[in-house]
Structure formats: C-alpha cells, structure tokens
C-alpha cells in the first residue's frame, strides 16, 4: 500500500511560521493535483489547499495570504508554508495526491498554535 511521507509539523506560537512537506514515492507518475487538508478536533476533515501539476491554486478562504502551497513536481513532493499561525489552525494536517488511477494519502501531522 502506497502511503506519502509528511513531516514539519509541530508547536508553534500564534504569529508563527511552519513548513509542511509531503513526498511520494517516485514510482507514482502523472501526479495531477496535490492538496493539504485537516482535521480539528470534533470537526470534519476540510479542505485546506490544492495545487495543479500546473501550478494552478486553490485556498480555503480562512488561509488565504497567509498559506502558500508549492510543489515540485521532480520529487513527487508538495509544501505547505504557513505564516502568522492561529490558534484556530490547530489540526492534523493531511496531504494528498492524486493520479487518474487514484489518490494517496499521508499519515498525517500534528500543527498545534498556542495562544
């Protein structure tokens, strides 16, 4: 079972900065869109970003000029920078990436914003 390997989660104050990576295996070919979601505490998982093998972008209102996600498409890899955390980012953080055979998943990781 394939499975994407995240990592740069962590404690952060508000106002804070975190860097998310998310690699594939590069054995995955025709990755076409990437994406970050979460999941609060007692909440549904929510869609946080996308990204197109293009380029193209996508943000949930709440992160909008504060997230930037990027990727390179060379490593299979997507990121998400997060700047000026909130409290109310508080999640784990999941990645995605899809093919037109399907889409992966990673283990998630832990974003916490302390107050």
């Known amino acids: 079972q394939v499975q994407l390997v995240e990592s740069g989660g962590g404690l952060v104050q508000a106002g804070g900065s975190l860097r998310l990576s998310c690699a594939a295996p590069?054995?995955?070919?025709?990755?076409?869109?990437s994406g970050w979601y979460r999941q609060a505490p007692g909440k549904q998982r929510e869609l946080v970003a996308t990204?197109?093998?293009?380029?193209?972008?996508n943000y949930a209102d709440s992160v909008k000029g504060r997230f930037t996600i990027s990727r390179d498409n060379a490593k299979n890899t997507v990121y998400l920078q997060m700047n000026n955390l909130k409290p109310e980012d508080t999640a784990v953080y999941y990645c995605?990436?899809?093919?037109?055979?399907?889409?992966?998943w990673g283990q998630g990781t832990q974003v916490t914003v302390s107050s």
């Open positions: 590069l054995s995955i070919s025709g990755i076409n869109v």
């Open positions: 990204i197109t093998s293009g380029g193209s972008t």
């Open positions: 995605n990436q899809r093919t037109v055979g399907g889409g992966y």
